[in-house]
């Protein structure tokens, strides 16, 4: 999405970008660097479409919760899911969405975890829901959802966290996604590491197609140094995006996904438009 011009005229340089990318390019950022008599102009540009859909992706519609829509269509908690590659941040991003205020204010919410498999990944979550003192159900099989939903029924959120692609194992995936399906998730956030290549994109998320995702998360964001990386993954998620993560810190570390990558991307948050709005 954001392409660099270089040169010794900023004008010059100025109407590259425009021939490259159209009348209404958008300049982030200029550098003018001298070098003894030498002058060297760097501009990092955006076409104006392309800014203005990843505005608009970063604005998703609010959150419905179905049992405060007064039982139109499906009642019962609003559930999330959570799918991505492992190591991704999955399972702290689920405890972070369950304790932050800012996530679902401050409503009440359920965990449930397929991750069954990996050593370990059972017994994190369960520590995050011991201290938190928040329900979480354990899942094995399909036929358990139902019950599962059904005793988190009390929650306003039921968050539900996947194990990530299994490597070896095709029928391993297989399983947890027919798990994860029955329980019909109302999102899917695709959890992907802000440091991601973005060219292993398509085919994580050809193995995650029968999820149906509906969001992406960007996590670890503040492992990245380079902007254009996160501006280049940003483009390439298709998907609203309502949250990023910026650290370990268990739930602080949360935050809007706006503010988040516009600031990555030296943007400012409201525009002319939307801050008179
Ligand atoms: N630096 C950083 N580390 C994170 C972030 N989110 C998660 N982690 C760490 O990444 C590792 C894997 O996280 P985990 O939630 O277990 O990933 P999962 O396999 O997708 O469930 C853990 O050590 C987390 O503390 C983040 O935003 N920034
Ligand atoms: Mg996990």
Redesign the pocket.
């Given at each position: 999405m954001l392409e660099t011009f270089t040169g010794s005229d900023l004008r010059l340089v100025f109407d590259e970008a425009r021939r490259s990318l159209g009348e209404d390019v958008l300049v982030l950022r200029t550098q003018i660097q001298r070098d003894g008599r030498r002058t060297r102009v760097e501009l990092v540009a955006a076409p104006a479409a392309a800014i203005q859909e990843l505005r608009q992706r970063l604005d998703p519609a609010p959150l419905v919760y179905p049992r405060a829509a007064g039982g139109r269509g499906r009642s019962g908690p609003l559930v999330i899911g959570l799918v991505?590659?492992?190591?991704?941040?999955?399972?702290?991003?689920a405890a972070k969405l369950a304790l932050h205020p800012r996530a679902f204010g401050n409503r009440k919410v359920g965990l449930i975890t397929l991750d069954t498999f990996r050593v370990g990944a059972l017994e994190?979550m369960a520590q995050y829901a011991e201290v938190t003192e928040l329900p979480l159900e354990v899942v094995y099989d399909a036929r358990e959802m139902p019950g599962a939903l059904q005793r988190l029924d009390g929650c306003d959120v039921v968050i539900v966290?996947t194990p990530?692609r299994s490597p070896r194992s095709k029928d391993a995936n297989q399983q947890w996604q027919a798990m994860f399906r029955a329980a019909a998730p109302d999102e899917v956030h695709l959890?992907v590491p802000a440091s991601m290549r973005p060219d292993l994109l398509p085919s994580l998320v050809a193995s995650l197609s029968a999820c149906r995702i509906t969001h992406a998360c960007l996590?670890?964001?503040?492992?990245l140094h380079d902007d254009r990386a996160v501006a280049d993954l940003a483009a390439r998620l298709t998907w609203p995006m309502r949250w990023v993560?910026?650290?370990?810190a268990v739930p602080n570390?949360l935050h809007p996904a706006k503010a988040a990558i516009l600031g990555a991307l030296g943007l400012p948050v409201t525009t002319a438009r939307s801050a008179a709005a």
């Amino acid at each position: 999405m954001l392409e660099t011009f270089t040169g010794s005229d900023l004008r010059l340089v100025f109407d590259e970008a425009r021939r490259s990318l159209g009348e209404d390019v958008l300049v982030l950022r200029t550098q003018i660097q001298r070098d003894g008599r030498r002058t060297r102009v760097e501009l990092v540009a955006a076409p104006a479409a392309a800014i203005q859909e990843l505005r608009q992706r970063l604005d998703p519609a609010p959150l419905v919760y179905p049992r405060a829509a007064g039982g139109r269509g499906r009642s019962g908690p609003l559930v999330i899911g959570l799918v991505g590659p492992t190591g991704a941040g999955k399972t702290t991003t689920a405890a972070k969405l369950a304790l932050h205020p800012r996530a679902f204010g401050n409503r009440k919410v359920g965990l449930i975890t397929l991750d069954t498999f990996r050593v370990g990944a059972l017994e994190q979550m369960a520590q995050y829901a011991e201290v938190t003192e928040l329900p979480l159900e354990v899942v094995y099989d399909a036929r358990e959802m139902p019950g599962a939903l059904q005793r988190l029924d009390g929650c306003d959120v039921v968050i539900v966290d996947t194990p990530g692609r299994s490597p070896r194992s095709k029928d391993a995936n297989q399983q947890w996604q027919a798990m994860f399906r029955a329980a019909a998730p109302d999102e899917v956030h695709l959890v992907v590491p802000a440091s991601m290549r973005p060219d292993l994109l398509p085919s994580l998320v050809a193995s995650l197609s029968a999820c149906r995702i509906t969001h992406a998360c960007l996590t670890k964001l503040d492992e990245l140094h380079d902007d254009r990386a996160v501006a280049d993954l940003a483009a390439r998620l298709t998907w609203p995006m309502r949250w990023v993560t910026t650290g370990q810190a268990v739930p602080n570390d949360l935050h809007p996904a706006k503010a988040a990558i516009l600031g990555a991307l030296g943007l400012p948050v409201t525009t002319a438009r939307s801050a008179a709005a």
